[in-house]
């Protein structure tokens, strides 16, 4: 889902990494977010309105630490030895799917920094499809189905190179700062579609019901990154909402993904009811825009 911006792009625009340092304690503490499972409260509130108290420079700060820690990542050389061994079995331990899930926690945390703090509010190209193929590869050796497992792993290896992190690399030093209205009013169009996508569908299929959770992903990703660069209440308050429903919609799309590569529920055409525990707090989350 691409949301367009007013917003001028220019050269000018672009930031000097190199004058951002982050302590080690923050980027432990992103990192733990990132990688840990959401952890589910269900008797947290939501603050009962969401505040956009930021400066630019804060927004900035955000998007810098989220790409340091995924910088960080992509050095670790297990994984790359992880790729190789896909590529002719759908069989990983439980310790390379513990490395392997870290990695693509790390790249779709990247995804939605760029949604969130980059002025064009997409990931980039190279980005966004090698983060694909790592879901697609997850999915696969999760359900044991070497048949999505070994040609998304041959296409990842050959990527997953010298010259291909190069390219990477290159592509995410492309990074384009919004302002505080522009990234306002990205989030308030984000909420909007969640909100007009709960209320027109009776019942909605998997595929409308995994849009609906990358748009809940990108908000609990944006607030974790809040709540460790700027702790606070409200910010501790809104991520533990925000990873509540992600969580709860995780869950649930894991198995609708179970369904899917199973054959017993078609992802595009069958349809249901959205869960209550999940249908409630997403209206109680729009609510909170107003």
Known sequence: ???????????????????????????????????????????????????????????IESFMICRKVWLDGILDQRFSKIIRSLCTTSIISEEDKVIYKMMRAKFKHLCYAYRGFD??????????????????????????????????????????NEQGLSLLKREVYRFFPCDLDDFKSAIHKRAIFIQKEIHKNQTLSAHQFHILRKQMSMFSALYGTFDVLYPSSYHHQTFQYLATINGLMGDYHDVLIEKKINRTQNYFFDQFSLPKEISQRLNIFIKAFR
């Open 119 to 160: 002025a064009r509010h997409k990931r980039p190209f190279l980005l966004g499809n090698i983060t694909g193929l790592l879901g697609m590869i997850q999915d696969g050796f999760k359900n044991h189905k070497s048949s999505i497992v070994i040609p998304n792993a041959i296409l990842l290896n050959a990527l997953w």
């Open 1 to 59: 889902m691409m949301f367009k911006t007013k917003t001028p792009i220019n050269a000018k625009q672009i930031v000097d990494f190199e004058r951002f340092q982050f302590s080690q304690q923050q980027c432990d503490q992103l990192y733990d977010m990132i990688c840990v499972d959401d952890e589910i409260n269900l008797d947290i509130t939501l603050p009962s309105t969401i505040d956009f108290q930021y400066t630019q420079q804060q927004l």
